[in-house]
Nanobody
Framework: QVQLVESGGGLVQAGGSLRLSCAAS????????MAWFRQVLGKEREFVAA????????YYADFAKGRFTISRDNAKNTVYLQMNSLEPEDTAVYYC????????????????????WGQGTQVTVSS
């Protein structure tokens, strides 16, 4: 069983930055691929970024490239999402997700492949 708790959301002005954290309660965090998704009310949850078990490979949605950075600290059982140059369109609830790296493989960007989810953290970007 994996429990995920996100933090770091909040209200920020356009052009500002936020750093989201996701703390995992799991026996072997390094066995898991981790990802961030986001969802706006009334819309589907969409992929933001993902990272493999070691941190050697990262993946980004087009809108996140160059602005967001995903990273992980396996010693702290934590994955991060550094978000810079935030835009009002980035306003959403951001969710952390986890799945065994050996299982998810090439489907690391695929929402329905993830079995474990956090409760989400609200990010609001004002114009």
């Amino acid at each position: 069983q994996v429990q995920l708790v996100e933090s770091g959301g909040g209200l920020v002005q356009a052009g500002g930055s936020l750093r989201l954290s996701c703390a995992a309660s799991v026996r072997t965090f390094s066995n898991y691929a981790m990802a961030w998704f986001r969802q706006v009310l009334g819309k589907e949850r969409e992929f933001v970024a993902a990272i493999n078990w070691s941190g050697s490979r990262t993946y980004y949605a087009d809108f996140a490239k160059g602005r967001f950075t995903i990273s992980r600290d396996n010693a702290k059982n934590t994955v991060y999402l550094q978000m810079n140059s935030l835009e009002p369109e980035d306003t959403a609830v951001y969710y952390c997700a986890a799945d065994p790296d050996s299982k998810i493989g090439a489907r690391i960007k695929t929402r329905w492949e993830y079995d474990y989810w956090g409760q989400g953290t609200q990010v609001t970007v004002s114009s």
